[in-house]
């Protein structure tokens, strides 16, 4: 089928809204007609070259024998909803008509990880960015003769996905589009993140560095696992707002003030968790995050890093002698098909707030005053609707 589709040529270009071709479902996997898509930053780092291996690592990837990356042309947009139009065969949890939402990790539900309640290190993780289905290897997506990559095995900025059945998660049908979009990454990576991932405690002192669309929700998250204090770090004025009325109890524009306040608050001690979730990881911020872990405490990375080789400084015997732990995570530690269904009663209840994200709704031709926007700050959550 015929469709319109926001692709990517390569860094430092804008995207490009422009027909797509898309095959029809085979065995294990299903259309979806979007609803919704999430303007998550992961996306834009394709854009930017965040994402993109820099030619030293490139040169070392190849000598150890790694597959070579081929990003471009993309079809972005891992995050959104919608319903299944059509499905292949061998598909058993969802009927043409459901309601759902996508996980950005295809996860098989049979490997080791996936068995040890572990889905977002399924080993699926390894063909997030490949132009081929997990399902069969072969080919789906397609912009005049080239073949696409789809994001995240989803490509949520098209009218149209066709996607394995492991990408979809069923929805309830009284819970609302936009509500099952945001669980899709954002919500869930940051409410993972400061709940199970970084281990709050109640009582604990948590910092969450960067209140965007993944961290405000660590900040939720946090203050839900019963955090005592919430330090909400960002530069953005309008985020630090927005991050005390999602449970903040205190603020500071930088890390560097951070120190001194989170310092006078615990008495000295600092905190028991720290969540890094900016734009992007830049490994300097790694030195002041772990002067903010008290001794014995958990920093927790949950953002993406430029992909270079990276000095990180660290003081090792800080490190050693304090008995800290730095910590690397994917969807916050949560398991999509449980977590998402788990949030969405959360936010059905009143315990969790979904509709208070969004800052701004665009057409899918506006796409790029949404990366923009989200760019300048000027967003939490920015979301493409369609017809
Ligand atoms: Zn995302
Ligand atoms: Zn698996």
Redesign the pocket.
């Known amino acids: 089928m015929k469709c319109d589709g926001a692709v990517l040529r390569g860094v430092g270009q804008e995207w490009e809204v422009q027909e797509i071709t898309l095959d029809p479902p085979r065995e294990g996997e299903v259309l979806v007609k979007m609803a919704v898509a999430?303007i998550?930053?992961?996306d834009d780092h394709f854009a930017t070259g965040d994402m993109v291996p820099t030619p030293e690592l490139e040169a070392i990837m190849e000598a150890s024998g790694a597959p070579r990356l081929d990003y471009f042309p993309m079809l972005g947009g891992?995050?959104g909803a919608g319903v299944v139009e059509e499905v292949g065969p061998g598909v058993r949890s969802v009927l043409p008509g459901d309601r759902v939402s996508f996980s950005?990790i295809p996860a098989c539900g049979a490997c080791r990880w996936c068995v040890s309640g572990m889905t977002y290190l399924c080993d699926n993780g390894a063909m997030t960015l490949v132009k081929e289905m997990t399902t069969d290897g072969t080919r789906r997506r397609h912009v005049g003769d080239e073949d696409l990559t789809a994001m995240t095995q989803l490509g949520t900025f098209a009218e149209y996905a066709v996607v394995a059945e492991e990408s979809v998660i069923k929805i309830d049908k009284s819970i609302p589009f936009e509500a099952a979009s945001l669980v899709s990454?954002?919500v869930t990576?940051g409410w993972g993140s400061g709940t199970v991932g970084v281990g709050t405690q109640p009582g604990d002192t948590v910092v969450v560095i960067g209140t965007g669309g993944v961290g405000i929700n660590a900040v939720q998250g946090a203050r839900a696992a019963g955090a005592n204090a919430v330090i909400a770090v960002d530069p953005v004025d309008f985020k630090r707002d927005t991050a005390k009325f999602f449970g903040a109890t205190d603020t500071s524009p930088s890390v560097e003030a951070a120190i001194p306040l989170v310092h006078e608050l615990t008495r000295g001690v600092m905190a028991d968790r720290v969540v890094l979730t900016p734009s992007v990881l830049h490994a300097e911020l790694l030195a002041p995050a772990l002067m903010l872990t008290r001794k014995g405490g958990t920093c927790l990375l949950t953002a993406v890093p430029k992909f270079e080789l990276s000095m990180v400084p660290m003081s090792l015997v800080d490190m050693i002698q304090s008995c800290k732990q730095v910590k690397g995570l994917l969807y916050g530690g949560m398991n999509p098909r449980a977590s998402m269904p788990m949030l969405l009663d959360m936010y059905r209840n009143g315990h969790l707030k979904l509709d208070e994200l969004i800052t701004r709704r665009y057409r899918l031709d506006q796409i790029n005053d949404a990366i923009t926007d989200m760019r300048d700050g000027r967003n939490i959550r920015g979301i493409i609707e369609f017809d």
């Open positions: 999430g998550c930053h992961s891992h995050e950005f990454c954002g990576t």
